[in-house]
Structures are given as C-alpha cells and as structure tokens.
C-alpha cells in the first residue's frame, strides 16, 4: 500500500511540476520576452528549449510564409460557390465550424508549450537512448509519428493501416483531375514516391506496425484499375542499380539530394516517351554536377525525434550545375521575385551556410538541410530564362516535401514549371488550370500522404 501511494505522489508531482512548467514558460515568453522585452540568465535559462526564440536569435525566420489569398486571383465558378454557400448556410454546421476552429488554435497554443516544457530536448534524448539500449519502453503502442530503429540502423516512420474508405476518397479525386484535365486536353501524371522502407526485404522485425507499403498497394491497384497513367518508385527503384537505402537519409524520411535528381531523370524519361516532351540526359547525369560533400552536418526529421547520442549526425551531399542555369522565381508567399541562376534563387543558402555554424548550432531546433532549397514553399513558379529542348512548354506539379529536390533539377529543361501544395492553395485549381493551361499536370505523392485528403482535394 505504501508503494502505490509512493508511486502515485511521484507521478502527481511530475503532472504538477510538468503543469507549472507548461504556465511559467507561457508567463516569462509572453509577458516578459515578448511584452516586455527582458532577457537575462533566468529567461533564457526558462526558454531554453524555446524553437521560435531559437529561429529568431539565428535568423532563420526571415523567410517567413504570409497569408496570401489564391481565391482572388484564382477564383471558384458559380456552381462552387453555390455549392460552399449551402454549406455556409447550415446554422449549425456553422456554429460547431466556429467551435471547432477556436477548440483547433487553443490545443495548438497549448500543445506549442506542452512540447516545450523546460530541458525537453534533453530528456527526449536520454529518454530514448535509454528504451534504445534497454528495450524498455515507457510509452506501449504505436502511433503515426513513432520511429522505429531498422535493424540497418535506419529509421522509419510508423504508418498506420488506411482504410478502404479513405483510399477511394482519395480515388475519387485522383480521377476528378485526370476527367477534368483529359476533357481539356491536358494529360495527367500520379507518381507514387515511394517511401523509406523497402518492401521486399526484412529490415523491420514486426512489419504489422508498419504499413506504408500496404497503403501504396492498395491505392496504386485502384488507380491501375481506374486506368491512371503512373509512376510507382518502389518498382523503379527495384529494378535499377541502386540499392534501396543508398537514396534515403539515415535519421530523415525524405530520400537524398542525389536520388532527387535520379527521380528527375526518371520522370523526365516518361515524358518523352509517353507525351511528347524532349529532355535532354545531359541534365540528369550526376557527372554534370559539382558534388559538395559535408561530413557530418546534419540531423534529420526523424533523428529529431530520436536521440542524436544513437543516430549521430548525418552527411549530406549538395550538387551544383556545371552547365549554365538561368530562373526567375516567383513565390507570393514570401514576396520574393528573383532572376539568377539556379544556386542564387533556388537554394537558401544562407540557412545551409547556418548549419555549419558548431558553435551555435542546435540540431534539434535548427533548420535542417533537406529544407535548404526554395520549392518547400506552398507556391512556386520557375521560368527558365535560357533556351530548352521544351520551348513553350509547361508543367504543373502538385507535390508533397518528397518533390523539394526534384522540381529545381527538373525545371532546366522546360520554359515553365509550377509547384503548388493544394492543402495550403485556397483558390480553385479548376480556374488555375483553365487560365495557365499547363502541358501537363503531375501529382507526386508519398505513401505517407493517403491518410491526408486534403492533399488530394479536386477543388
């Protein structure tokens, strides 16, 4: 009896000091740091671990996203409008909209500090080094952000099982595109980017917990059955020289810098032998690239969620054309319009510059590599400003981050290329393409997205 009372006033006392700590961080930032302006010892030692102060200290907010309203410029026709109207004017589907909007914001400010509380990183850190070397582990089950240590040394995602329900939602929007565009003449192009594990060999001991292969199964069968024209990179992958890890980082889930510009070259192939474009291979030869390898410069997303005392830094290889490149980029988000060549207005160079800075770096809270190039905004549009073996030609690509690294390498050889993240795009994608009337329209997705609808939205 003695025991469980002792068990129970340890386990109140860390709801109670992890409580306090969650209300004297939202006290000391916004009263103190943001209201007031002080910093001293005690408030830096309080916001510690604080990601946002952290971001602004080391400048690496200066890009950040406004709110930009697609719908002015892309606007809905009246049958959607009419059909958003009726919506609106459901009294109670409103009111629990309302509701649900202000219940989303306060569980995301509270949540923001829950997931700050004082030394989180370092407690995070030994945490799982410690369920790493003693397999004990404090938390049972698994969700869809666990990571789970291969037995290569590689981390994954854990993928929930989808549900049939939500494989055909997201059919039946796949094939709205394709209906749509086929109507105007346009072709339509998904590619499934496959995801980090392998399917067909045994570097997860229990592969029920994860399921991303399973899910990438089911929804490239239907659209097989649909008669969609596609990509699926788990076969690619397959069936080149590349051994299936060798294009994935160890501690992200994002494959490399270098299989983005293979993937590229993969695409630009099915191009020109199924519509009619004319990519040159001389573009998508690793040959024609300046190669910088940095040893040791970087932790991953997943490695993030880790401990870097089992995953260790990661290395991280940039390629620079050899061959002339000339843009002007576009991104409404940030108000950047730049010409230049494809290292000035594609790469963000002074956030990859940042993270060779040791003295000041926190790899946990510091912009990573694979997030140093300019098409991780909703938005983008690149014009290639020197002459293409495809003149006049354009692309429309609607991609999750497994897209960063490929639309630079494959917009050298087409006049236009756009890149648009439909779940963070509030216009109509009806009205997009009828007024710029794209070439052709790829949708590029990894497994890890089917459970998101809205990424696949036909709006």
Known sequence: ?????????????????????????????????????????????ILKDDEDIYRQKHKLNEEENKKVDFSLQYPFDEEDQSKAEEKKGNAIEDILNIYKAKTDSFKVKIQYYADNIIFKNDITSEYMHLKKVTGFDLVNGNSDTNQIFMKNGYLANVEPLVTNELIEEDVENIIKYRDFLEERGIPFLYINAASKVNPYDKEIDNYSIENSNENGDMLMKRLSEEGVDHIDFREEILSSDYDWYELFYKTDHHWTNKAGLWAASVIADKLNEDYGF????????????????YDKYWLGGSGRCVSLLDTGLEDFDMLIPDFETGYTVDIPTIDYHESGSYEDVLLRKELFDNIADYETIDYYKNVDAYHCVKTIFPYIEIQNELETNNKGKSILILHDSFGWWLTPYLARDVDKITKISLSKFNGSMKTYI???????????????????TEEYRFK
Not at 2 to 16: C, F, W
Not at 284 to 292: A, E, F, G, M, V
Not at 434 to 452: A, G, L, T
Request: one cysteine or more; aromatic letters at 14%.
């Open 434 to 452: 009828e007024k710029n009337k794209p070439d052709i329209v790829i949708m590029m997705y990894c497994e890890r997205q089917i459970p998101w």
């Open 278 to 293: 004319n990519f040159s291979k001389k573009y998508y030869d690793i040959d024609n690239y300046r190669l910088t390898h």
């Open 1 to 45: 009896m003695r025991r469980e009372k002792v068990t129970a006033g340890l386990i109140t006392a860390i709801i109670i000091i992890i409580f306090c700590s969650c209300v004297m961080r939202i006290v000391v930032k916004n009263l103190f740091y943001e209201g007031l302006h002080i910093e001293n010892a005690f408030i830096s030692f």
